[in-house]
């Protein structure tokens, strides 16, 4: 199983930002995707997560602000709009594969919220 982030960079306070990760290998149809973040000197936390029958999780500081959906044409792929960005969103974010009690990580992309 593979993850392939993408996405990310610098937007100003306020701006929007939009992550993609694509999954690929044998994959149950069963499964969680989800975006986790980690800034420097803290742990890394669950942003947002939607199962695979399209329920969504998200963090209390991203409600409202960040939304995660799945990809019509390509269920395994799945899109993080962050939107209303503010300078505490910076931090490598790192989208995650559940099933069957197994996960996986993707490399970490870095969104950076700066004037």
């Known amino acids: 199983v593979q993850l392939q982030a993408s996405g990310g960079g610098l937007a100003q306070p306020g701006g929007s930002l939009r992550l993609s990760c694509a999954a690929s290998?044998?994959?149950?149809?069963?499964?969680?995707m989800g975006w986790y973040r980690q800034a420097p000197g803290k742990q890394r936390e669950m942003v947002a997560s939607?199962?695979?029958?399209?329920?969504?999780?998200y963090a209390d500081s991203v409600k409202g602000r960040f939304t995660i959906s799945r990809d019509s044409s390509a269920r395994n792929t799945v899109i993080l709009q962050l939107n209303s960005l503010k300078a505490e969103d910076t931090a490598v974010y790192y989208c995650?594969?559940?099933?069957?009690?197994?996960?996986?990580w993707g490399k970490g992309t870095l969104v950076t919220v700066s004037s």
């Open positions: 290998g044998s994959i149950s149809s069963n499964n969680v």
């Open positions: 995650n594969l559940r099933f069957w009690d197994m996960g996986y």
């Open positions: 939607i199962g695979s029958g399209y329920s969504t999780n």
